[in-house]
């Protein structure tokens, strides 16, 4: 892949979009790419994490590449939006955790991408905004759904119909991303998160992100069945008995994934 590094460490799976001189947008063809590496991703038991980020230090991804907008067709215009949303779906859907490294600025679909993501680090300069309005377009990413569930209807609104664009201090402010943090610092934070998550038993992680992520937009009711049925597929793995065993024993656990 030309336009998307997939890089698997120390059980991180580190995405980075690289067209750092187009300020990391999306054309089709990074979408598909994304799409490719996602999918390797979903199926990889030895992921326990996803970091997703840009090449550069200028931009986490500036959004659509405009310059191949301007040169499709109204088709072609509605197979990208389409892609893009359901490239962004499966980021959400995975059953790992995703941390977005925001590295600079992170707009329309750049900051969509981020959205879709589990958690959000920005360093402090980064700027993130929905423009969309301003280029006679809406959010087509996601943006018009995630970000009203993550910071309020109100505070969104405000944010997409201004198409405001705002600095990462302020963001976390908003509730948008989870800490800004100097240039120097980002992967110190980033890896620390990742590597907090990845002390649990990564079954356990899976089944409580889903849980969540399909709990939290229906009634408490439909969300406690969802909750128990993600307890109930965690009753007979070995990661379970061996928490116990480790309790017992007075040492970590030991944690496979099965």
């Keep these: 892949m030309e336009n998307v590094m997939l890089e698997i460490k120390n059980n991180i799976a580190c995405l980075t979009i690289n067209r750092q001189e187009q300020l990391n947008t ?17 199926l990889n038991k030895e992921v326990r994490v996803v970091i997703v980020t840009g090449a550069g230090e200028k931009a ?25 949303r359901d490239v962004f779906l499966t980021l959400e859907e995975l059953p790992q955790p995703s941390i977005a490294a925001i590295n600079g600025y992170a ?19 980064a700027t993130l905004g929905l423009p969309e309005v301003s280029w006679a377009i809406v959010p087509g990413a996601g943006g018009t759904q ?20 705002v600095k990462a201090q302020e963001a976390v402010l908003m509730g948008a991303v989870n800490k800004s943090v100097p240039r120097e610092k980002l992967w110190e934070e980033v890896n620390a998160l990742a590597y907090e998550m ?5 079954l356990a992680v899976a089944q409580a992100k889903y ?3 399909n709990g ?15 307890y ?9 008995i061996e928490a116990l065993e480790a309790f017992k024993e007075k040492r970590k656990p030991q944690f496979r994934g099965e």
């Design 232 to 240: 109930e597929r965690i009753i007979p793995t070995k990661d379970r």
């Design 146 to 165: 995630r970000l009203p569930r993550l910071i309020g209807i109100s505070k969104a609104k405000e944010w997409i119909l201004t198409a405001r664009k």
């Design 198 to 202: 990845m002390n649990n038993a990564p």
């Design 107 to 125: 707009l329309g679909g750049g900051f969509e991408l981020a959205l879709a993501c589990d958690f959000r680090i920005a360093v402090d300069d």
């Design 26 to 42: 999306f054309n089709y063809e990074v979408l598909t790419e994304l799409e490719t590496a996602l999918d390797d991703i979903k």
């Design 60 to 84: 986490f991804s500036a959004g659509a590449d405009l310059k191949e907008r301007r040169t499709l067709t109204e088709k072609q215009v509605r197979r990208n939006v389409n892609k893009i």
């Design 216 to 230: 939290s937009n229906t009634d408490i009711y439909s969300g406690l069945k969802i909750e128990s049925q993600a």
């Design 211 to 213: 849980a969540m992520n």
